[in-house]
Structure formats: C-alpha cells, structure tokens
C-alpha cells in the first residue's frame, strides 16, 4: 500500500524572507565547501526543520539544524530516564514485567551517533565549537557533504541531481535501503520547496526545484549492505522498514513453573479490532532497544523508529498482541511505535526524518486497520489510562509535552481545523470572531512554535527547562495565571495540586484533545476535566483551541455521578468457566452531573485471557457497552447505562 506523505506546510504569521542571518549562514557554508545551496537546505529541513532548539541535542544526540551527533558529548551531560512503576504488560491476570533498555556504550558508538567528530575533523574546528556555534554547525554539515562527494568520486557540481549518493550517505545509515530512504525524502523536499519561520524567529526559504531528477543510481557506490529479511515486514513500500523479530519463547519461570515471552499470540483484528495506534520515546538507543525487544524475558512492541534515518524495524506481527502500553486493555486493541530516544531530558527533541517516517507509517496501518486519524485512536503513552487505581501513579508520560502532535497530523494529512458552524459556511473558533460557548466542543490548537509554557525539571531539579515549543496547554483552577494548577486525584491522593514538572501531566491538555466548553471569563475558556472546570488562557485573536463538533457525554437522568474506569473489562456474568474474573475497578475519579466530557470512540468491553504459551488456551469475553471520553490528558472509559449521549451546541 503506497502512503503518500502530505505536505505539513503551514502558513507562517509573517511572509518569510530570504534574507536572515540564518539564511546567510547556509549560503556561506554551501559557498565554502561547494555544495549546492538548496541541497544543504533541504538535508537540513529533514533533520530540524532548520531549527537550533536552543543549542539542547537532539534525542539521538545529535546538534544543530545540521544535526551533527555527538552521543557521548550529549550524554555525559545527561541523566538516564527513569522507567517508573509501570507493567508494560498491564494485566492483573499474570505478573508485573519491566523492560530497561541499555544507554549506548560510549566506546563503541556506531557511526551515525558521531558525525560531529568526522566534521570537526574536516573543519578544524573544536567539537565543541560545532555543538554551540550554529554557523559553525551549518558549516560542519556541508564539509560532510562535500567530502562524501569528494570520496565517491564525484564532482562538485552545481546541480542537485548529482548529490543523490552524498545525500545519502549524511545519516551514516547501515543499509542501503535505509541511505535511499533519507535520500528519497531530502529530494521530496527539493521538488516542493519550505519557508518557514524557525525556533529563533528567522525566516528561511527553500524554493522549490520541480523538477529535479536524481541519479539514483549513484546508491550503488556507497557500497551499503541490503535488507534482508526472513520475514516481509507490514511496512509501506515507500519506508524503509525490515523485520526483527521479537521472539516467543518459554523459560522457567521465578516460581518454580513455566513462563514465556515476550508477547502473545492473536488473530486479531478478527479476535479483536485494533482501535489505538501508540506513540512511545523507547527511551534508549537504537541497538538497546532491539536488544530488549529481542529478549524473551522483557517486554515488547510492534515497531521501532530510528532518530538519524526513519529506519523501521518490525518485531511483532500487528495480529498478535505486544506487551507496550501499561494497560492490558489497551495492549490488546493496539500497535505500538517506539521511537528512537536515549537522552534523559523530555525537552530533546525529534528529528524530522523520523516525525515522517513515522507518520508514513501510523497512515498505511490507520487504512490497513480502519482506525480514524484523530486524537482519539491515535494516542500517546501519556494518554493512556492506568488501569486500576494502584497503576495511575506509575504510568509513563513519553512523548511527552514537547512532541509536536500538530505537525505530526498535518504529516497524516489529518490537520486539526476548525468546523464549519453555520450555514455560511464559516469555521468555527476564534478565527470567526466569537469565543467558544458553554456546550460547544474545542479542539486544543496551539501554535507549537510560539507556545513555551514554562517546564520545570527536565534535568530532575526545579530549575527551569529550556523555553521550547510545546504541544501542551496549561489549565488552571480559575480563569487567572496566578491560580493554582488542576488537582488529578489519581496523581495526588492527598488533594495538592499539579506542577509545572515536565513530567507531571496533571493539568494538561495536549494538542489535538477535545473538550467540552464549561464556561468563559474575558480571554479563558473552561473546560470539563477530571471531574472539574479547568480554565487555559484563549484569547479570540491568538486562539489557543478552535471550536469544532463533537458528541458529548453526560450523567444519564437520575444520577449524581458516573464512575470512571481505566479500561473497559465485561462484567464479572460475563466470564466463562474457567477464565478468571477480572476485577472492573474505578479509577478515583467521578463525573458528576452537569458535566459533559467528549466521545471519542462506543466499544463493547473485552478482556483477553492469555495467561499460557499455546494461544488455543486464549479466550475474548466480551460484556457490556461503554463509551471512551476524554477525561483528563488520559483518556477514559464509562459505562454506556450510566452516561446518556447528546450533541455539541
């Protein structure tokens, strides 16, 4: 199934003009080192996106718009992330499993993770020069290329159709395949061209060179070894992608029995349809976290992601069942994608050959499966609910607020826009001049970019983190900056309210989320969250959330309250003899009255029993009905009996 990735352009607020510092920087470096402007620009765009991000490396260490990695460097500044009290696995049936993935072995970096010592030797100039200086960094990136030009034998021509293989080779990928797939996008870039308004508010062009025709037979000279792989991987032809396999395998057992791992067997999507595609930071690197996926006794995934190149590896058929998201439930109904990301700071950030790489990826599994591309289905780890009150605390919090959730849609060619609201045809939000209303749904929409909320404790102190665009919104107890921060019960028991800790996820709405409005005082709007009203900044001329259409959710007539599950297990009549029982408990939350929260998705509750090797042993109950809503920045189940549905105003 061929994928076609859309273009994620958005109009920037300002007509972006050639004329910036940072423009003149790639013009000086490609004059110096005789490569071709545009192709500097466009290897560029596919790493950052032609941003600094402040001088911070990237998750794969990597610096600069360049992307110059440097791992030992970024992790000697680094601490390891801590994995938390989560079971991947997430099912009470079985005992809790972990998964800690290995940081890389300083001594024994692969070529992709130290491109910055190649080109501090070719430009003479201090690796830690190359790390802080940006011009120097630019720099660095066209000495690589031109000497890659250099080495194979080619000249140092003008026109960047001769550039295919020294593109190519940039990433240091390990397979050709992987080299092709990078030279492939760096080349998409080309033909359609980017402007853009960057991290440090300087406008770069990239003007579009239609018609460019790569030579892509010069792949060949860089000599890379094939993909080969004992299994085809469910991939779009268009990625480079093979298959790992993680393997299926028993061991005795801590109790004297037999266990087994690392994932179960399944028919799915007919035993159960996949409803959730998850986005993970596998928080490692490359090879460790293939090493712990290929280990019997860990936990596992369907899919990795590579930061350098967009490299895939396939480790779990998408029927069968991976051991990802802390929640059984969710693990059942869902493909995982890990993602490339050893560095212990939230703030690192992702590069963009592995944003699209991803996207290509999440698009041809959305068609193969029928899952809807909207923030309902496609979730990140943080979005996922614990399952039983004892797993809220525990559960993790990767991508994290700094992930960029609305370019990655525009990517799916699922932007989120405002709805039209009335039978001119005029969309929705404060695009339109009005304020959303009590009743109505938003979607959160921020500027990624312009949006810098203030984090604290990306290197495990209060201080505070790097300003850095983010896909998270703030919500506060009343319409004021002052306020305290939303109490999330199942976060803090003892009533306290959340921080602005990176990690703490209490009071926060991600982009893409939608919400119904509870109310509106001057240029904030409330939403109904957790339990409560939650209130964020939104004025009418900057909007933080656009309206948009929705089913809503409240308490049906004659109720109080509603409880709130962390998954949507049948009821105890509904299992067979034989099958355990397992326990529907409700999180410690309620939704009271008055209260509407938004449908995302109306499921019958399932649980799959696979507590043995041979998968004839597995069985689906199937119970009741419930809806999921978008509860707090987790998504949540209610009971379809106790909740009645009605429309957006």
């Known amino acids: ?30 004059e110096r080192h005789g490569v071709p402007e545009r192709v500097l620009l466009a290897v560029s765009f596919l790493q950052s996106r032609w941003d600094s991000h402040g001088g911070a490396p990237s998750v794969s260490g990597g610096y600069g718009p360049m992307h110059l990695t440097d791992a030992e460097a970024a992790l000697a500044d680094s601490r390891h992330h801590h994995a938390g009290a989560e079971d991947p696995r997430g099912d009470d049936a079985r005992a809790a499993r972990k998964g800690v993935t290995a940081l890389p072995d300083t001594d024994r970096l692969p070529a992709r993770l130290r491109t910055l010592e190649r080109a501090a030797r070719l430009t ?47 990433p240091a990928a390990d397979s050709s395949r992987a080299a092709r797939f990078f030279a492939d996008e760096v080349f998409t870039v080309l033909r359609a061209g980017q402007r853009r308004t960057t991290d440090t508010g300087e406008a770069v062009v990239l003007p579009p060179t239609r018609k460019v025709a790569p030579d892509t037979r010069q792949l060949a000279l860089l000599e890379l070894p094939s993909l080969r792989s004992a299994l ?3 991939c779009p032809a268009e990625v480079s992608c093979e298959s790992v ?34 986005v993970h930071d596998v928080e490692g690197y490359w090879e460790g976290a293939l090493g712990m996926v290929r280990n019997p006794r860990s936990v596992s995934w369907h899919y990795t992601l590579r930061s350098s190149d967009g490299h895939v590896a396939q480790h779990v058929r998408t029927r069968d069942v991976a051991w990802h998201a802390g929640n059984w439930y969710v693990n059942s109904k869902s493909v995982g994608l890990e993602h490339e990301g050893f560095l212990t700071a939230p703030d690192a950030w992702y590069t963009e050959v592995m944003y699209r790489s991803s996207a290509r990826l999440v698009r041809y599994l959305a068609e193969r499966f029928d899952v809807p591309l909207d923030r309902q289905h496609v979730i990140g780890h ?9 797993a809220v605390r525990g559960m993790h919090t990767d991508p994290g607020p700094y992930w960029d959730w609305r370019h990655y849609f525009d990517l799916l060619g699922a932007p989120f826009e405002a709805e039209p609201r009335d039978g001119a045809g005029r969309p929705g939000g404060a695009a339109a001049g009005r304020a959303p209303a009590e009743g109505e749904v938003v979607t959160v929409r921020p500027d990624h970019d312009a949006h810098r909320p203030v984090y604290t404790r990306c290197d495990g102190t209060p201080a505070r983190c790097p300003a850095r665009g983010s896909s998270a919104v703030r919500l506060h107890t009343a319409p004021d900056a002052t306020s305290p ?17 990176v990690n703490d996820i209490g009071a926060r709405a991600a982009t893409g989320q939608q919400y119904a409005v509870a109310g509106r005082s001057g240029e904030w709007t409330a939403i109904w969250y957790l339990g409560g009203k939650a209130w964020f900044r939104d004025p009418v001329d900057r909007p933080t959330a656009v309206r948009t259409t929705g089913t809503l959710v409240e308490a049906a007539p004659g109720r109080t309250s509603v409880r709130v599950y962390g998954r949507a297990y049948p009821e105890r009549d509904a299992y067979p003899a034989g099958v355990p029982v397992q326990e529907v408990s409700p999180l410690p939350y309620t939704l009271a009255a008055g209260q509407r929260y938004v449908r995302g998705l109306t499921t019958h509750a399932e649980y799959l029993s696979a507590r043995t090797f041979d998968p004839k042993g597995h069985t689906v109950v199937r119970g009741e009905e419930y809806h999921q809503i978008q509860f707090g920045h987790r ?15």
């Open 635 to 649: 998504v949540a189940f209610v009971k379809a009996a106790d909740v009645r549905l009605l429309p957006a105003r």
């Open 1 to 30: 199934m061929a994928v076609p990735l859309l273009s994620a352009a958005r109009p920037a607020a300002v007509e972006p003009r050639a004329g910036s510092a940072l423009q003149r920087e790639f013009r000086d470096a490609a």
């Open 485 to 501: 921060l939303v109490r999330d019960a199942g976060l803090r028991p003892d009533g306290s309210p959340s921080t602005d800790g």
């Open 232 to 234: 085809v991987p469910e």
């Open 382 to 390: 943080d979005n996922v609910p614990g399952g039983t009150p004892s």
């Open 124 to 170: 003479g100039l201090p690796a830690s020069h190359l790390r802080t200086d940006r011009a120097a960094g630019i720099s660095g990136g066209a000495a690589l290329l031109a000497r890659a030009q250099r080495d194979l034998g080619l000249p140092a021509s003008g026109d960047p159709a001769r550039w295919y293989a020294a593109v190519a080779s940039y």
């Open 245 to 278: 396999p993680a393997p299926r395998e028993e061991y005795p057992g801590a109790d004297g029995g037999t266990d087994y791992g690392n994932h179960d067997r399944s028919g799915r999507p007919a035993s159960q349809r996949i409803e959730y595609l998850v």
